[in-house]
């Protein structure tokens, strides 16, 4: 279910082995068009961004249609990707693959099961006190907007994790879960 991309890693990795100190929230993105993970991932392997090359609109993880999740990213490392400046020293950016330009396109149930695992995954190896959207720390910290992940990601499914697994959480808004361990 997890591939560690070592290719890309290594390739982006140059210039920004940042180490994050208190990882404490997870962000969750949409990628606004895109034929599959591996298309995005075979892009920006062989050009890319040139901001990619000072850790700018990076990532951590992509999650395919398929439910296919690749690390981009090792966790341990900050990049920048929710426009929150110095924030995102605490955090890790998970991509979900959207076909339409705007987010506006369904998330598959495939996608929905690996984000829960991956969810449940990094809350075991970080201390994560937040979930939210990109949108909410563009708003936040940035003073924009962007539609991301979309208003068709069900929030709701986030919600059924936490309680099925037994934490306690205040929910914010539409797009941000503080939680609590019970």
């Known amino acids: 279910?997890?591939?560690?991309?070592?290719?890309?890693?290594?390739?982006?990795?140059?210039?920004?082995?940042?180490?994050?100190?208190?990882?404490?929230?997870?962000?969750?993105?949409?990628?606004?068009?895109?034929?599959?993970?591996?298309?995005?991932?075979?892009w920006m392997f062989r050009s890319g961004r040139k901001g990619y090359k000072r850790g700018i609109a990076l990532f951590h993880y992509i999650v395919d249609y398929d439910g296919e999740i690749y690390e981009i990213i090792n966790p341990d490392n900050w990049v920048y990707h929710s426009s929150s400046g110095r924030h995102d020293k605490t955090t890790i950016g998970i991509e979900l693959m959207n076909k339409k330009t705007d987010n506006e396109g369904s998330y598959t149930s495939e996608q929905?099961?690996?984000?829960?695992?991956?969810?449940?995954?990094?809350?075991?190896?970080?201390?994560?006190?937040?979930?939210?959207?990109?949108?909410?720390?563009?708003?936040?910290?940035?003073?924009?907007?962007?539609?991301?992940?979309?208003?068709?990601?069900?929030?709701?499914?986030?919600?059924?994790?936490?309680?099925?697994?037994?934490?306690?959480?205040?929910?914010i808004d539409s797009h941000f879960f503080n939680i609590e361990e019970i």
């Open 1 to 42: 279910m997890l591939n560690i991309r070592e290719d890309i890693r290594q390739k982006w990795h140059k210039g920004f082995p940042r180490k994050k100190k208190n990882v404490k929230e997870i962000v969750i993105h949409g990628t606004a068009g895109g034929g599959s993970a591996k298309g995005l991932l075979s």
């Open 112 to 171: 929905y099961a690996s984000l829960d695992w991956l969810i449940l995954h990094l809350m075991n190896n970080y201390p994560i006190k937040n979930i939210v959207s990109h949108s909410y720390n563009i708003e936040k910290y940035s003073r924009a907007y962007k539609n991301c992940p979309g208003s068709k990601f069900k929030w709701g499914n986030v919600e059924a994790l936490l309680v099925d697994n037994g934490y306690e959480y205040d929910y």
